[in-house]
């Protein structure tokens, strides 16, 4: 959500006050290491569940970056004049 304030006062006398408030995107952050491994993997289900869970995790930052990427670009078409 972008807000943008402009304030006008009287007829001769424009005043802009622009104000951005630019929200975050840190809620949808994935944890920064997968919390669900098997620490000391001692058969190969321990192994595929571990290999597993990183692609999925590895899935959660992707969508993340991608995200943050749209965000970025969302933000320079907004706060960019026209030419």
């Known amino acids: 959500m972008l807000v943008l304030v402009i304030a006008l006062s009287g007829c001769r006398t424009v005043v802009q006050d622009v104000e951005l408030k630019l929200p975050t995107l840190e809620a949808f952050r994935p944890a920064l290491m997968p919390d669900n491994l098997v620490a000391e993997p001692q058969t190969s289900k321990d192994v595929l569940h571990n290999a597993v869970v990183w ?5 959660d930052w992707q969508d993340y970056a991608f995200a943050l990427e749209d965000y970025v670009r969302d933000i320079k078409v907004t706060v960019t004049p026209p030419p």
């Open 55 to 59: 692609e999925f995790y590895s899935y």
